[in-house]
């Protein structure tokens, strides 16, 4: 960094990339970003993790795009065999105006030719809500129906469904911060040390407060146990079985708080008939966890004067995901732990703006707010807002349906903003395929992705550092995004681009800066209620929901009853279902997928940020030294990992967090594409794919 002093000019803004959503102070010098500090911001109050300190010069790579591009007339077949760094025998330049037309009047064409169902949209939580907003609206007003989602779909999709069907609202009811006030945490299917980090801090210094953590995860984390009361490495797919057996406890030792339940709850007697089945010593074999821990943690939990559940993926991304974060919901509320300082329900939301994409309707079934899109009355509202368009009252295809309708050719063309679906779903091979089947793909990216590789027409966007907007984090914390940068060569913000698809859609949008697109969504957004443009560009940061004009808003909700029926929560009784797929003889291990601290996501922006790729420059997986040394290779060899939908070598590292039956692959590395190997079976409720569990075989390589 040299002098830290010595830069010409600095902008406040917010980290892009996961949804802790610290506040940054980006230094600008010579028209580049010199170094990125944490400033004191609500959720991060000045800490950095290593991604958002030294992960920012991605911006600067030379993979950039610059200049719209547009598929060649002689270019090869459509797949992955482009170079970013040379596209030329794919793709040639063209003009914003050439690019525009020829992306507006493919989907257009389409439209007219098959009707508007042949679209579909993918949205992103990278983008600002003023950007996901308008992309929801354009899909919505320009195809007329609700066939948009985005990345949501992947992570948390079956939270988000098992918390409006019980609390009412998909949001966390306390921010991760309120651990402080609480005597008792449980982290269950989260790795927060690596994909939360400066969450992590936080839970760290609560445990060396005297805090009681209980970390659950069939995959041992080297970060958070050494701080853990009680550590529970439970057999991968049995979260119903071990929370079921908790809640036993507390119901047959009449733990729970009887006060809340009857005041603030529905259905705790149908619940407690259904879980007398779950006993530890029932439950025990089957979860891999000794009755007398079970116990001892269901009494510490409901002893507790205030507790708080925390989870990630490693729950929501099950063919039970919904019923998984059921049984999280009912814990708390048997032991009252929601609505008090200390207390709530926190799933870590994975990308920087996955919670603000979702509440500004990137989402099928609902529009902005989670306001159904089978409600007649929200209907009618919209239409009004937007000038008379008339809303499909029938909910949309979600991520993975969408793909495979492209597959079967009902779907003929996409407009893809700032997703990557080519890496980032389940069954890939099955996705890339039905990318290169579409007659029409635009691609709005700042890199050529490998979704990119199979479009028509990519059209060149802003970073976020380049941009303004707001965002909003796991804390419900609405953030401005300011820009730091220009953009590069001729890229420009999504929002611009959105609107001028729109505009060549037929639609009348008249949008001249992010700000009218935000006041525009407070006509229909009660969750923005006192938070203003104006308030966010003084304060940086309003937390929703917000009672007035100088409240910084509310940290912990639902202390006075649930925005459902009476306004009470609801024990939804969960029941054990096995994976969609079990190991056999001839895949007998188990196969989970996640991220690492280093690399975000689909890697196209950290795998390009130099030092966070020389940290981790390639791709590996981890195994235990034990299968390693029957597999007879050594830390640092290939191994082979094939499911029934492929197979790739990847570098083994040896690993004593995994279980000897357990193979963990990041999901960032395109040279070994995690995805090709995941199963694409869904919950049926939060429509999420199975990420967390496919059966595989491991072998050593063949060049071992
Ligand atoms: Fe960025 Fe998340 Fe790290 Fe904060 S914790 S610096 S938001 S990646």
Redesign the pocket.
């Known amino acids: 960094v040299g002098d830290r002093a010595d830069y010409d000019s600095e902008a406040k803004s917010?980290?892009?990339?996961?949804?802790?959503?610290?506040q940054?102070s980006v230094k600008v010098k010579d028209g580049k970003v010199k170094y990125v500090e944490?400033i004191n911001g609500p959720?991060?109050e000045g800490?950095?993790?290593?991604?958002?300190?030294f992960?920012f010069d991605y911006i600067h790579h030379p993979h950039r795009l610059t200049k719209p591009l547009v598929r060649r007339d002689d270019a090869p077949s459509k797949d992955l065999d482009v170079d970013p760094a040379n596209p030329w025998t794919h793709f040639r330049e063209a003009t914003w105006e050439e690019a525009l037309d020829r992306a507006a009047h493919g989907l257009a064409d389409l439209r007219s030719y098959y009707g508007g169902k042949s679209v579909a949209g993918f949205g992103s939580a990278k983008c600002t809500n003023e950007e996901a907003y308008l992309f929801q609206k354009l899909i919505r007003q320009g195809f007329k129906h609700n066939n948009v989602d985005h990345c949501t779909r992947l992570c948390h999709a079956s939270s988000v469904a098992a918390l409006m069907e019980n609390v009412g609202s998909g949001a966390v009811t306390a921010s991760f911060n309120e651990i402080e006030n609480a005597d008792i945490a449980i982290i269950i299917g989260a790795n927060p040390t690596e994909n939360?980090?400066?969450?992590a801090t936080f839970f760290k210094q609560f445990a060396k407060n005297g805090g009681k953590l209980v970390v659950m995860d069939p995959r041992g984390q080297g970060g958070l146990e050494r701080h853990a009361w009680k550590n529970m490495k439970f057999r991968p797919g049995t979260d119903v079985a071990l929370l079921n057996a908790i809640m036993n406890v507390i119901v047959e030792e009449k733990l729970y708080d009887r006060q809340y339940i009857e005041g603030f709850t529905e259905g705790f007697f149908e619940f407690r008939d259904h879980i007398r089945a779950f006993t530890p010593d029932r439950m025990a074999d089957l979860c891999g966890i000794d009755a007398e821990t079970i116990r001892e943690v269901a009494r510490a939990f409901a002893d507790a004067r205030a507790g708080m559940i925390f989870w990630g993926m490693g729950i929501s991304q099950h063919i039970h995901g919904t019923d998984n974060s059921r049984c999280l919901i009912s814990l708390a509320l048997l032991c009252g732990h929601v609505g008090r300082p200390g207390t709530g329900l926190h799933p870590l939301r994975g990308q920087?703006n996955v919670q603000g994409a979702s509440d500004a309707g990137l989402i099928p079934q609902v529009m902005p707010d989670y306001q159904a899109v089978t409600d007649a009355e929200v209907r009618d509202l919209f239409r009004h807002i937007w000038r008379g368009t008339e809303i499909d009252a029938t909910p949309g295809l979600t991520v993975v349906e969408i793909i495979d309708r492209a597959y079967r050719g009902e779907i003929r063309g996409m407009y893809v903003l700032g997703e990557n679906p080519a890496m980032s779903d389940p069954d890939v091979s099955h996705a890339r395929k039905a990318l290169s089947k579409l007659d029409h793909l635009v691609v709005q990216d700042i890199f050529l992705t490998e979704t990119a590789m199979f479009a028509d027409v990519i059209l060149p966007a802003a970073a976020l550092p380049e941009k303004t907007g707001t965002v909003t984090?796991t804390n419900r914390q609405v953030q401005m995004v300011r820009p730091a940068v220009p953009s590069p060569g001729e890229a420009r913000e999504d929002w611009r681009i959105v609107v001028d698809m729109a505009r060549r859609l037929g639609l009348d949008w008249d949008y001249t800066h992010p700000r009218e697109v935000f006041d525009e969504m407070k006509m229909s957004m009660f969750s923005l209620h006192h938070i203003t443009w104006t308030r966010l560009e003084a304060e940086g940061a309003v937390t929703y929901p917000c009672r007035g004009p100088d409240d910084p808003g509310q940290e912990v909700v639902f202390g006075d009853g649930f925005p459902r029926r009476a306004g009470r929560a609801r024990f939804t009784p969960a029941r054990v279902t096995p994976p969609a797929e079990v190991p056999d003889e001839s895949y007998p291990m188990i196969l989970t997928t996640g991220r690492q601290l280093e690399h975000?996501h689909t890697g196209s922006m950290t795998r390009r940020a130099s030092v966070l790729d020389a940290v981790e420059p390639a791709a590996n997986c981890s195994l235990h030294p034990s299968t390693l040394r029957k597999l007879g290779v050594a830390p640092g060899g290939m191994v082979r990992l094939t499911t029934r939908r492929g197979a790739l070598d990847v570098m083994a590292r040896a690993d004593r967090n995994v279980a000897p039956d357990m193979v963990f692959l990041p999901f960032a590395y395109v040279e070994a594409a995690a995805n090709i190997l995941t199963n694409s079976a869904l919950d049926p409720f939060g429509k999420i794919p199975e990420f967390k569990y496919s059966a595989v075989r491991v072998e050593a390589a063949a060049s071992e």
Request: hydrophobic share 35%.
């Open positions: 917010i980290c892009p990339f996961c949804g802790v959503g610290c940054v944490g959720a991060n800490r950095l993790c290593v991604k958002g300190r992960g939360h980090p400066v969450a920087n984090n975000w």
